[in-house]
């Protein structure tokens, strides 16, 4: 079991603060739900332990075990089990999915891998995934549909088989089926991997277990709790988060779609 520890992390976009002081830590044998109003920090936070360059560390740490992740590149990052499932996952013309795979699973090991065994990994990995194994020679990621794609990011993990995996709303743009799917998926994985996952909708976390939760507002962790602050969440939003004196950004451009949606639905209606 491996420990990610986060200490007082201050991260900058183009010279705009985002994170601002963000703690947090969890285990590879845990699965952390990340909830937050929409541009609070929570994408920031997995591409900053990625090692995206856009987003600047001006201070805090990022241990994993006794590892100064900010001194890694991605790819050492990578190597040492961490793993981002994206929210936008780029298409990369040009670049085979299975090429792709292959090539980032050799990256983590010291031989190749030989042939039979590759095709072995990738077949499990499509027949898990309900994806079509002819996907493997299409080019990756493009002109895959929104949910393909997220469940493109999916199989990467099954092939790479990483110790901490970072899901940024993987639900998002799949359908019901493909929830299901993606849901059943992570609930076998849960027992191999940590998770920690970014989702707005209720419907995926209520499909696996969830051991803490985080939620995200202005940079900074607002509240932890259990699975019963999604629940909360989902059904009265984050306006509450204010009567305990948590503040929060630009209120008047708050983006309203969040995972509180069904909140909204049921203001609406009683209006
Ligand atoms: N690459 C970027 N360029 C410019 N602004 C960005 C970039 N990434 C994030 N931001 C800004 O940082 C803030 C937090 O964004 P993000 O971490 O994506 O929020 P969340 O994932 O919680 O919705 C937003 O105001 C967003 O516009
Ligand atoms: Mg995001």
New binding site residues.
């Given amino acids: 079991m491996s420990k990610l520890k986060i200490n007082d992390l201050h991260v900058a ?2 010279e ?1 603060e ?1 994170l601002k002081g963000l703690t947090i830590e969890f285990s590879t044998d845990e699965t952390v739900a990340l909830l ?10 997995l ?1 900053t332990i990625m090692g995206n360059p ?2 600047e560390v001006v201070s805090g740490s990022i241990y994993y075990d006794d590892k100064d992740v900010l001194k890694l590149t991605t790819d050492e990052r990578s190597k040492l089990g961490i793993f981002l499932g994206m ?1 936008y996952p780029s298409e990369v013309p040009g670049v085979n999915n299975s090429d792709f795979l292959k090539a980032a699973l050799n990256a983590h090991r010291e031989k190749p891998v030989s042939l039979f065994e590759f095709y072995k990994l990738l077949n499990n990995a499509y027949q898990e995934m309900h994806i079509p194994f002819e996907m493997s020679t299409r080019n990756l990621n493009e002109g895959f549909s929104g949910g393909e794609k997220k469940k493109n990011e999916i199989l990467q993990m099954l092939v790479l088989n990483p110790d901490l995996v970072m899901l ?1 709303e993987i639900d998002s743009g799949l359908d019901v089926d493909a929830i299901q799917v993606v849901a059943s998926t992570i609930k076998k994985e849960q027992a191999n991997r940590g998770f920690l996952i ?1 989702s707005h909708y209720a419907k995926l976390y209520e499909l696996i277990n969830i051991d803490k939760v985080y939620v ?1 507002v202005n940079g900074k962790v607002a509240k932890t709790g259990d699975k019963s602050l999604i629940k909360k969440i989902d059904q009265e939003g984050y306006e509450w988060l204010k009567d305990e004196g948590i503040e929060f950004p630009n209120e008047e451009k708050m983006n309203t779609t969040s995972i509180g949606t069904c909140a909204t639905k049921e203001v609406l209606k009683g209006k």
Avoid: E, R
């Avoid at 109003?37 to 936070?45: D, M, R």
């Fill in positions: 976009v183009k705009k985002i937050g109003p929409n541009g609070n920090g929570k994408s920031t936070l591409q856009n987003y929210q940024d970014v995200l």
